[in-house]
């Protein structure tokens, strides 16, 4: 399915921009943390445990790494869609955010059920990323309704 025969309505395209960047800089908060081995949490005092769980990396890539590079591709893609008018970007837009979704899903449970500890930052990013699938779900409705959008 391509999503290139419409227009898309600048507000969405901000929204993109704007979570995808409060996202980004959340992710790349958590992976200094990580590094530095470290973190505070003023409401919430589960951070240290999700940060230091053997759950907080993949393969030794810091979680929080991967999300920054995920927030970062759809920042891009909203870019060179707003730019370009790409239709790899507009795919991107569509598709991304769905794999975030079902990523942040496992990871709330990882917190939830296996490490029972909450990080209100990693909670953030759960929340960006299902706000970004939300806007993702107008991509499609919009093309399933052939609408040209304005």
Same mark, same amino acid.
């Given at each position: 399915?391509?999503?290139?025969?419409?227009?898309?309505?600048?507000?969405? /395209?901000? +929204?993109?921009?704007?979570?995808? @960047?409060?996202?980004?800089?959340?992710? #790349?908060? /958590?992976? *200094?943390?990580?590094?530095? +081995?470290?973190?505070?949490?003023?409401?919430?005092?589960?951070?240290?445990? *999700?940060?230091?769980?053997?759950?907080?990396?993949?393969?030794?890539?810091?979680?929080?790494?991967?999300?920054?590079?995920?927030? /970062?591709? #759809? @920042?891009?893609? =909203?870019?060179?869609?707003?730019?370009?008018?790409?239709?790899?970007?507009?795919? =991107?837009? =569509?598709?991304?955010?769905?794999? +975030? /979704?079902?990523?942040?899903?496992?990871?709330?449970?990882?917190?939830?059920?296996? #490490?029972?500890?909450?990080?209100?930052?990693?909670?953030?990013?759960?929340?960006?990323?299902?706000?970004?699938?939300?806007?993702?779900?107008?991509?499609?409705?919009?093309?399933?309704?052939?609408?040209? #959008?304005?």
């Amino acid at each position: 399915m391509q999503f290139y025969n419409f227009k898309i309505n600048k507000f969405l /395209l901000i +929204g993109f921009v704007l979570i995808s @960047l409060v996202g980004f800089l959340d992710s #790349i908060f /958590l992976t *200094v943390k990580y590094f530095v +081995g470290t973190i505070n949490c003023s409401t919430i005092t589960g951070c240290q445990d *999700v940060l230091s769980s053997p759950y907080s990396n993949i393969f030794g890539i810091p979680v929080a790494l991967l999300g920054a590079f995920f927030y /970062l591709s #759809i @920042l891009v893609s =909203a870019l060179i869609y707003i730019q370009h008018k790409n239709k790899l970007a507009i795919n =991107a837009l =569509a598709w991304l955010p769905s794999i +975030g /979704l079902l990523f942040s899903i496992w990871l709330v449970y990882l917190q939830l059920i296996v #490490i029972k500890s909450i990080c209100i930052y990693c909670m953030g990013s759960a929340l960006t990323s299902t706000v970004l699938f939300i806007l993702s779900i107008f991509i499609w409705k919009n093309k399933i309704n052939q609408v040209d #959008i304005k």
